[in-house]
């Protein structure tokens, strides 16, 4: 079965200080992994996806399988990256596919 | 392109009513999927469908009744309402043969059970 895990609930941060929003996976085969981003009154969005290896926003994220993580990361916390972020695990083969989400982390950035 | 539309934003039912929250998309996307957000539990998924004519269950079904008779459309059905499915309701679609796996969402339905 597959599984996301995010630990915090809610991550408070000041502007211009690191940020590292934590996800761990639990998956048996080759995982395919995404951070989505909810902005106040928007709708879920892709921020960024572990096989494009892109940085988005400032933001990267690195597979471990070892560790079986793939946090989020940036260098320096903007006021407009205050969000509620969601990890996800797709497992997609011959037709089919299915997405699992983590329960999700809110990023708040204090000016 | 509207990409995925959910309809009503928000609904307000008593206990034991039915009702249908639409799905929507014109994206010609296979995938399509509900999922509730509930504050501390994240995104839940309940159904899902890879093709008009499948469905499957997702983590927490149920209560919950889905079809998919064309590739657009893939409304959620609650039987009989009850307090515990107050949430907000997401609908996303994606395409299988893209490559990317993208999941698009739509806007949401609030929905209150009393």
């Known amino acids: 079965a597959q599984r996301v895990t995010q630990p915090e609930k809610l991550l408070s941060v000041f502007k211009g200080a690191p940020v590292e929003l934590k996800c761990n996976y639990s998956?048996?085969?080759?995982?395919?992994l995404f951070w989505y981003v909810q902005y106040s009154r928007q709708r879920l969005q892709l921020l960024l996806r572990?096989?494009s290896r892109e940085s988005i926003k400032g933001f990267t994220a690195d597979l471990n399988k070892g560790e079986t993580s793939f946090h989020l990361k940036k260098p320096f916390a903007q006021e407009e990256d205050s969000a509620m972020y969601y990890c996800?695990?797709?497992?997609?083969?011959?037709?089919?596919?299915?997405?699992?989400f983590g329960t999700g982390t809110k990023l708040q950035v204090i000016p | 392109n509207a990409g995925v539309t959910q309809t009503p934003k928000f609904q307000v039912l008593k206990t034991g009513q039915s009702m249908t929250l639409q799905c929507a998309q014109d994206?010609?996307?296979?995938?399509m999927s509900w999922y509730r957000q509930d504050p501390g539990m994240g995104l839940r998924l309940i159904h899902y469908?890879?093709?008009?004519?499948?469905?499957d269950q997702g983590e927490v079904p149920n209560g919950y009744n889905v079809s998919r008779s064309t590739t657009e459309d893939f409304p959620l059905r609650l039987l009989s309402a009850a307090p515990s499915q107050t949430s907000v309701y997401f609908c996303?679609?994606?395409?299988?043969?893209?490559?990317?796996?993208?999941?698009?969402f739509g806007p949401g339905t609030r929905l209150t059970v009393l």
């Open positions: 996303a679609s994606s395409s299988l043969t893209s490559g990317t796996n993208e999941q698009f």
């Open positions: 998956y048996s085969g080759s995982p395919e």
């Open positions: 572990h096989i």
């Open positions: 996800a695990l797709n497992v997609s083969s011959g037709g089919y596919q299915k997405v699992t």
């Open positions: 994206m010609n996307h296979e995938y």
């Open positions: 469908s890879v093709g008009a004519g499948i469905t």
